[in-house]
C-alpha cells in the first residue's frame, strides 16, 4: 500500500526471508512500476523464480527511481536472468545489481553480458555462485571491452576456468580505475594481472616494485606486462621469477619494453628455463635500454651460446652494476669467457657466479681479469675458488684508490701454489704504488715468498700513505 500511494519516508525496502514467492513479488512488482520513492529493493531468499524476476524486470523497464535491487539467492534461473538483462538495456537508474546464487548458468550470464554492452548507469554487479564457466566469462569479458560504467563486478563461487579470468583480465585491466573485481582464490593471479597492469597504464607513481614470482604466468601474461611496461615512467623493479611457461614469445615482448622504457633498473627472470635465443633476444634490448643495472638470470641453463650473448652486455652496457648468474650451468670454459668480458667492463660492480662448475682454471683466468677491473666490488663463487677471487677483487679496488677501501685487514694471501701467491702479491705491491688512500695493510700469516717481498719492498718507497 505505501508502495502504490508514493510514501515519501518509504526510500529502501528490505523483504529479505519473507516468503514471499511468485506471486507476492509479482503483486510488489506491479505497484513498483508506477513509485518514484523507493531508491533500494532487497528481495534476497524468497523462493521467487523465473516467474517473479520477469515481472520485477518489468518494473526495470519502467521504473527510474531504483538504484539498487538485490534477489540473491532465489532460483530465477537463466529464464529469470534473460528477463532482467533485457530491461537492463533500456534502463537508465539501476547502478547495483545483485544476482548471488540465482542459477543463472551461462546463458544468463551470457544475455547479462549482451545488456552491459548497451548499459551505461550499472556500476556494481554480483553474479557469485551461478554455475557460471569458461563460456559464460569470455561472454561478460567481451562486453566489458565496449562497457565503461561498471565498476565492481563479482564472479566468486564459479568455475570460470584460466581462460575466462584471463579474457576478464584482459578486459578490466583496460579502465584504470576499474579496480574492484573478485575471483575465486585460484583465480587470485588474474585479479592481480589486471590491477598491475591498470596501474602501470596509468603510471601510478606508488608502483615502483612489482614482484611476479612463481605465478604461473605464460606467454599472454608477460606480453600484457610488457605492453604496460614500454611506456611505464616509474616502475624501477620488475621480478617475473619462476614463471617457467614463459617462452620465446613472451621473452621478446619484454625485450621490445626494454627497448623504449626509461624508468626500470632492476629486472630478474631467475630459474624461468630461459633457453640460449631467449637471452640473446634479452641481450640485445640491454644494449639498446640505458637504465637496467640489475640483470638476475640464475638458474637459467642458457649454455655456451647465451652466455655469450650476457657477455656481449658485459663488454658495452653503460649501467648494469649487478650480475646473478648463480647455478647456470657455466663451466671452466664459460668462466674465461665472463673473464674476456670482465676485463672489457667498464661499470659491473657485483658477479654472483655460486653453484657454477668454472673450474681451477676458469678461477684462475676469472681472478687474473678481476684484478684490472675499474669497477668490481664484490664477486661470489663457491668456497672452492673464493680466495682467489676475494683477493682479486681486493686488489683492483687498491689500484684503482677505491675511497671505501681505506683498511685491508688480515686476508689470507698465501697459496698451496708458490708461483700464484707471488703473482698476487707482486700484483697487489703494484697497485699500492699508485694508491693514496690505504692507510693500513694486514699480511700476517701470510706466506707472500720473496718475489712477493721485494714487490712490497719496492712499493713502500715509493708509497706515501700506507
Excluded at 538504484?67 to 539501476?94: C, F, K, P, R, Y
Excluded at 684462475?364 to 666490488?377: D, Y
Excluded at 704504488?433 to 718475489?451: F, H, M, Q, Y
Aim: charged share 20%; proline share 2%; net charge negative.
Amino acid at each position: 500500500v505505501r508502495v502504490r500511494r508514493n510514501d515519501p519516508t518509504l526510500t529502501e525496502l528490505n523483504l529479505g526471508w519473507k516468503k514471499l514467492g511468485d506471486g507476492e513479488a509479482s503483486e510488489l512488482a506491479e505497484a513498483l512500476k508506477g513509485n518514484t520513492t523507493v531508491q533500494k529493493l532487497f528481495l534476497h531468499v524468497n523462493g521467487i523464480s523465473a516467474e517473479g524476476a520477469v515481472a520485477l524486470a518489468a518494473v526495470l523497464r519502467a521504473n527510474n527511481t531504483l538504484v539498487e535491487l538485490s534477489i540473491e539467492d532465489n532460483n530465477i534461473q537463466a529464464e529469470g536472468a534473460v528477463a532482467i538483462a533485457g530491461a537492463l538495456a533500456a534502463n537508465t537508474s539501476l547502478s547495483k545489481l545483485s544476482l548471488r546464487k540465482c542459477a543463472i548458468a551461462n546463458e544468463g550470464a551470457t544475455a547479462l553480458a549482451a545488456a552491459l554492452k548497451t548499459n551505461t548507469a550499472l556500476r556494481q554487479l554480483d553474479l557469485s555462485s551461478n554455475g557460471i564457466t569458461g563460456e559464460g566469462a569470455l561472454a561478460i569479458a567481451a562486453a566489458l571491452h565496449g562497457n565503461k560504467s561498471l565498476t565492481s563486478l563479482a564472479l566468486t563461487g564459479n568455475d570460470i576456468s584460466r581462460e575466462g579470468a584471463l579474457a576478464l583480465a584482459k578486459a578490466i585491466m583496460r579502465f584504470p580505475a576499474r579496480v574492484e573485481w573478485t575471483l575465486d582464490a585460484e583465480y587470485k593471479t588474474f585479479v592481480q594481472l589486471a590491477s598491475n597492469v591498470s596501474r602501470l597504464r596509468a603510471n601510478d607513481p606508488a608502483l615502483t616494485s612489482l614482484h611476479c614470482d612463481n605465478l604461473a604466468y605464460g606467454d599472454e601474461e608477460v606480453c600484457e606486462l610488457a605492453a604496460a611496461l614500454a611506456a611505464n615512467t616509474g616502475l624501477k623493479t620488475l621480478s617475473l621469477c619462476e614463471n617457467k611457461a614463459v617462452t620465446l614469445v613472451g621473452l621478446t615482448a619484454l625485450a621490445d619494453a626494454l627497448k623504449s622504457n626509461t624508468a626500470l633498473t632492476e629486472l630478474a627472470l631467475e630459474k624461468c628455463d630461459i633457453g640460449a635465443e631467449g637471452v640473446e633476444t634479452l641481450a640485445a634490448a640491454l644494449t639498446v635500454n640505458r637504465t637496467v643495472t640489475t640483470l638476475r638470470l640464475s638458474s637459467n641453463k642458457f649454455g655456451a651460446r647465451g652466455l655469450a650473448a650476457i657477455c656481449g652486455v658485459i663488454k658495452t652496457s653503460s649501467t648494469l652494476t649487478a650480475l646473478r648468474l648463480w647455478d647456470s650451468g657455466i663451466d671452466t670454459a664459460g668462466a674465461e669467457m665472463l673473464a674476456d668480458a670482465l676485463a672489457g667492463s667498464k661499470t659491473l660492480a657485483s658477479l654472483w657466479l655460486g653453484g657454477n662448475t668454472i673450474g681451477e682454471k676458469g678461477a684462475t683466468a676469472l681472478a687474473r681479469a678481476l684484478r684490472h677491473s675499474p669497477s668490481i666490488v664484490y664477486v661470489d663463487v663457491d668456497g672452492a675458488y673464493n680466495r682467489a677471487i676475494t683477493i682479486a677483487v681486493l686488489i683492483a679496488r687498491v689500484a684503482r684508490n677505491d675511497p671505501t677501501l681505506t683498511e685491508m685487514p688480515a686476508y689470507y694471501f698465501g697459496s698451496t701454489d708458490k708461483a700464484q701467491q707471488e703473482e698476487e702479491m707482486c700484483a697487489l705491491a703494484a697497485g699500492l704504488k699508485s694508491n693514496t688512500l690505504l692507510t693500513k695493510l694486514e699480511l700476517w700469516s701470510d706466506r707472500c715468498g720473496p718475489a712477493g717481498a721485494l714487490a712490497l719492498a719496492d712499493t713502500l718507497k715509493v708509497n706515501t700513505t700506507l
